[in-house]
Structure formats: C-alpha cells, structure tokens
C-alpha cells in the first residue's frame, strides 16, 4: 500500500510538472499571437519594411531567417552526426575521445554572443566572407552543433546491439552495418535534436549580429555571400531603435509570431520525417536490412 501511493505521487508530480510546462508555453503562444495577430496581413508577409520600418511588411527578413536556418542545419547535421559515428562506434574510448567529449559538453554552454564573436574573427574577417549568409550560417551551425552531437549519440547508443552482431554475423562490413543498420535506426533520434537545433538557430539574435543580419535591406539575397535581414535581429531593431514606437511595437509582435509559426512549420517537417522512420525502424514492420 505504501508504494502504491508513493507511485501515484510520483505520477501525481509528473503530470503537474507536465501540465505547468504546458500552461507556461501556451501563455507564451497566446500572448504573442494576441499581441501579433493585429499586424498580420498579406502585404504583412509579402512586402519589405516601409518608412523607417514602420509600415509595409518584413519578407526579407522571413527569407533571411529561413536561409540562417537551413544553412546552420546543413552545415551542422552531417558533422555532429559523423562526430557521434566516431564516437560511439570507432574511437577506443581513450584520452582523446574524452577530451572530445568534455569539449563538446563545454561548447554546448558557451554563450551565443561568444560564437557571434567568434564568427565575426573567423569566418567574416579572416577568412573574408563578410557579413553573409555564409558567415551567419555557418557560425549559427556551430552554435547548434553540441546539441546534434549529444543527440546523435543517445540515437546510436539506443540501437540494439543484436541489430550489430546480426549484420556483422552475416558479413556485412562495418560501413556497412552503420549505414544499412544503424542509422536508419538512429535517424529518429538524430532529427530530435536537429529539431532542437532549428528552434535555436532560428531564434538567435547576438551570433548573427556580428555575422549576417542587416539593420535594413528591401531586397532578397541572391548569394551566400549577401547579407540580410532576419527576424530576430528585426524584433530587436523594432524595439530599440526608430521614433514611432507603437506602430514598431505592432510589427515586432508580429514578427515574433511569424518567427514562431516558422519555428513550428520546419520543426513539423522534421518530426513528420522522424515519425516515418521511427514506423519503419522502431516500433513498426521492419524493413530489410540486406546489405
């Protein structure tokens, strides 16, 4: 009897701190979208600021979000998922793999204004990208790199072993094995913490300050090395600069919504994809893992 209500507790606890989280993001959503809702429109979405940025619309910085983000999660998904393969399949478990992962753990910690400083040293002034989507894109993929890595870790630390030793049983190589076998099984876990990675890459304001955002732009980029106009460089611009602050106000609460509604529509693609392969590799029919 007693460690039955200790159990139901403990649910109890859980469910509360479940049900707090949830309140806590749902007030955050209604307050934005109350706040944003008011400025949204179809010239909202399709026209470049206007007056000093406080009429017309943000596209630009839409489009220069969207490229931010992409190119961080190109640039960083297939180096922390290789990292992860070395890790947890090749390396010896020696002082180097250890020194790898403590730097990874520290690297995760690091604030982001000290990547923005670190890209604006490397990428736009030593190796001369300038202030670019180049430059934002690849400093906004370090930034999300741990948080892919530990991911991916996890991901191929969950695959069962009998998965392994059948495939190397029936001479398939290692290679082999990991590409056939255990990444298709990781994959689920991998675009876990790719989606992770796009909700901070989107979202990030001090990295591409130094590196990529323009204070005002109305056209579009038309290279990675343009520079641009994003949105959450724009809410900050809006609401710390410029002499007509209501009508700024406005358009920033409806950036912070469009910004959210961007976070939610690529992170849906990414669970969509991850819910596919978790069918096919996880819980559901398996597939053929023929070498």
């Not at 604006?120 to 370090?142: A, C, E, P, R, Y």
Request: with cysteine; net charge positive; proline share 5%.
């Amino acid at each position: 009897m007693k460690n039955k209500i200790i159990q139901a507790c403990g649910f109890a606890l859980l469910s509360a701190c479940m049900i707090i989280t949830a309140l806590f993001l749902a007030g955050i959503i209604y307050f934005i979208a109350v706040n944003g809702r008011q400025a949204l429109s179809w010239q909202f979405l399709t026209a470049p600021p206007l007056n000093g940025m406080s009429a017309g619309g943000v596209a630009p910085a839409i489009v220069g979000t969207f490229y931010l983000t992409m190119g961080s999660v190109i640039f960083a998904l297939p180096l922390g998922v290789g990292c992860a393969v070395y890790l947890q399949e090749y390396s010896a478990g020696g002082r180097m793999s250890d020194i790898i992962r403590v730097a990874v753990n520290n690297l995760a910690g690091v604030p982001s204004v000290v990547f923005g400083l670190f890209g604006l040293g490397i990428f736009v002034k030593f190796l001369g990208f300038g202030v670019s989507i180049l430059s934002g894109s690849l400093t906004l993929g370090i930034l999300i790199l741990p948080g892919i890595i530990s991911a991916s870790q996890e991901a191929l630390l969950a695959v069962p072993v009998s998965f392994k030793e059948a495939s190397l049983a029936i001479g398939a190589t290692k290679w082999q094995t990991i590409k056939r076998i255990i990444l298709p099984c990781a994959l689920p876990g991998i675009l876990t913490g790719v989606i992770l990675g796009i909700g901070r890459a989107a979202g990030e304001t001090a990295p591409i300050l130094f590196t990529a955002a323009a204070f005002y732009k109305r056209g579009y980029p038309n290279s990675l090395f343009s520079e641009v106009m994003a949105l959450p460089y724009h809410i900050y611009a809006l609401m710390t600069e410029g002499v007509n602050p209501e009508k700024q106000t406005a358009i920033a609460y409806g950036c912070a919504l469009i910004l959210v509604a961007m976070v939610a529509l690529m992170s849906s693609l990414a669970i969509f994809i991850r819910n596919k392969y978790r069918s096919a590799y996880g819980n559901g029919p398996r597939r053929n893992y023929n070498a």
